[in-house]
Nanobody, 116 residues
Framework: QVQLVESGGGLVQAGGSLRLSCVAS????????MGWYRRAPGKQRDLVAA???????NYADSVKGRFTISRDAAKNTLYLQMNSLKSEDTAVYYC??????????WGQGTQVTVSS
């Protein structure tokens, strides 16, 4: 079992920044992939950014150049730095992890609201 706890969401004006954090309840040694997804109102959950199993960062086209995914293995923490936020970034952001032998896990989500 792995628990993922997100934090850092909130209300921000367009053009502002937020940093999301996702803390895993266990060491990340057996976590093959980790990433961030989001679900905007009335839409499906989509990939925002994620690390592949070999450590390559992938981004959705809509956030390239504005968002940066990073991680701190010592703290079992995944981050998402979000700059130049737009109203269309408003969504619930979820942390996701695929654990070798156990499957996929999701956090509870954190709300990001960008006011224009």
């Amino acid at each position: 079992q792995v628990q993922l706890v997100e934090s850092g969401g909130g209300l921000v004006q367009a053009g502002g920044s937020l940093r999301l954090s996702c803390v895993a309840s266990r060491d990340t040694l057996n976590i093959l992939t980790m990433g961030w997804y989001r679900r905007a109102p009335g839409k499906q959950r989509d990939l925002v950014a994620a690390f592949t199993s070999i450590g390559i960062a992938n981004y959705a086209d809509s956030v390239k150049g504005r968002f940066t995914i990073s991680r701190d293995a010592a703290k079992n923490t995944l981050y998402l730095q979000m700059n130049s936020l737009k109203s269309e970034d408003t969504a619930v952001y979820y942390c996701n992890a695929y654990v070798n032998g156990l499957g996929y896990y999701w956090g509870q989500g954190t709300q990001v609201t960008v006011s224009s």
